[in-house]
């Protein structure tokens, strides 16, 4: 079987499934309690990526070329950048955002690349309409976290309402038990000592909620949602172009511009994650005086592993999108491995709740597969 349109798209759903899973271990609970360095858990995959890269010699001759390592400089920071963005924002909401900005920049690389399309007006409406549904499928998880974070609220301001009458009512016990004092001079008091303990209990609600909102990053402050927005877009900058230096060696008609190019790829990662982990170790070791970061293998061998796995598979299938559709259409439709990642969400970890946002989910994700077919039918 040679026909180029069921390979491409073949290899889009392939590439979708194990897209759509390699973060399935991340939220495992043993690596959320394990709190790990996101430049570590991206060192598991770069090291399976590397291993499994290597098997393709059985059935083509080893080339290298350099553009693998400007593809290892791109993806193995996107790596770390993810993992960040999915422990801040949530896999929903960065992912979604992600996969929008990397379906916009892959669809500019294919423009660059002068790739050919049936019509590039339906071409750009196509690539609109798969956004919306990209997105629509993330804010699905936004509106969960946002009823979600009502109801917490609602409970804890009860609590703490709950808390002041106690208080509140022990005062006026104290009061009421001294004899010495009038009642037109302990109603004032009771009052004044009313104030001061619903104010305490705001100051430390809005002290703890402070905490929470913050991060500390070098000497500064700044709210975990923006670091995680940054994240998302960095990932999504850097995702999009990560297949350039692949479509410019097809483009140039080097050697190592087909499937084999995964070897220097993998290299290049390898060569990039090593370096970074040794500016990392010894800047956080000398400057800050911190723990260098470890491997916790027993903790994350399998969950790595596995996590690795699934994303060299989804690139080796992606890959071929990529050569046989070409990176304007064939990568953006990669990004439908949100409807995987989203059903993992629903069914096993239960991330989105209530009528209104798994019926927003399911029509988002239908707009994403009828755009995808639609896109499938604009490749010249």
């Known amino acids: 079987?040679?026909?180029?349109?069921?390979?491409?798209?073949?290899?889009?759903?392939?590439?979708?499934?194990?897209?759509?899973?390699?973060?399935?271990?991340?939220?495992?609970?043993?690596?959320?309690?394990?709190?790990?360095?996101?430049?570590?858990?991206?060192?598991?995959?770069?090291?399976?990526f590397f291993i499994t890269s290597f098997f393709l010699l059985a059935y083509n001759d080893f080339v290298f070329s350099p553009l693998g390592i400007l593809n290892g400089a791109l993806w193995v920071p996107?790596?770390?950048?993810?993992?960040?963005?999915?422990?801040?924002?949530?896999i929903g909401v960065a992912q979604g955002a992600w996969s929008g900005i990397i379906i916009g920049i892959s669809?500019?690389?294919?423009?660059?690349?002068?790739?050919?399309?049936?019509?590039?007006?339906?071409?750009?409406?196509?690539?609109?309409?798969?956004?919306?549904?990209?997105?629509g499928m993330a804010s699905c998880t936004v509106l969960t976290e946002a009823l979600t974070d009502i109801r917490a609220r609602a409970l804890q301001l009860e609590e703490q309402r709950d808390k002041r009458s106690s208080h509140f009512l022990e005062e006026v016990k104290s009061l009421v038990s001294d004899d010495g004092l009038a009642m037109s001079e302990k109603t004032p008091l009771l009052h004044t000592r009313g104030q001061e303990i619903v104010s305490s209990e705001e100051k430390k609600g809005n002290q703890e909620s402070s905490e929470e909102k913050y991060m500390k990053i070098w000497k500064f402050s700044v709210r975990k949602e923006l670091v995680g927005v940054f994240c998302a877009i960095a990932t999504g900058v850097l995702g999009g172009s990560g297949n350039a230096p692949l479509k410019y060696a097809i483009?140039?008609?080097?050697?190592?511009?087909g499937i084999i190019y995964l070897i220097s790829f993998s290299i290049g990662s390898m060569m990039v994650n090593i370096v970074m982990y040794i500016v990392y170790a010894i800047v956080l070791y000398f400057v800050y005086k911190e723990p260098i970061p470890t491997f916790q293998l027993k903790i994350l061998f399998i969950p790595g592993s596995l996590s690795g796995l699934l994303w060299t598979g989804g690139n080796f299938?992606?890959?071929?999108?990529?050569?046989?559709?070409?990176?304007?259409?064939?990568?953006?439709?990669?990004?439908?491995?949100?409807?995987?990642?989203?059903l993992w969400g629903i069914l096993y970890y239960r991330e989105l709740k209530g009528f209104w946002s798994i019926s927003l989910w399911f029509v988002s994700a239908f707009?994403?597969?009828?755009?995808?077919?639609?896109?499938?039918?604009?490749?010249?």
């Open 1 to 48: 079987m040679d026909d180029p349109f069921i390979l491409g798209w073949g290899s889009v759903a392939l590439s979708c499934l194990c897209f759509g899973s390699f973060a399935v271990p991340i939220k495992m609970k043993a690596v959320a309690n394990a709190k790990v360095d996101p430049l570590v858990f991206q060192t598991y995959k770069t090291v399976w």
């Open 78 to 90: 996107a790596g770390c950048f993810s993992f960040t963005a999915v422990k801040i924002l949530g």
């Open 107 to 135: 669809f500019f690389w294919g423009i660059v690349f002068d790739e050919k399309v049936k019509s590039i007006p339906l071409a750009v409406l196509a690539i609109v309409l798969l956004t919306l549904g990209v997105m």
């Open 251 to 257: 483009w140039k008609g080097e050697p190592a511009g």
């Open 317 to 342: 299938f992606a890959t071929y999108a990529v050569i046989f559709l070409g990176i304007g259409i064939g990568y953006p439709s990669v990004q439908a491995s949100l409807i995987i990642s989203g």
């Open 367 to 380: 707009l994403t597969l009828g755009t995808v077919v639609f896109l499938s039918q604009l490749k010249a």
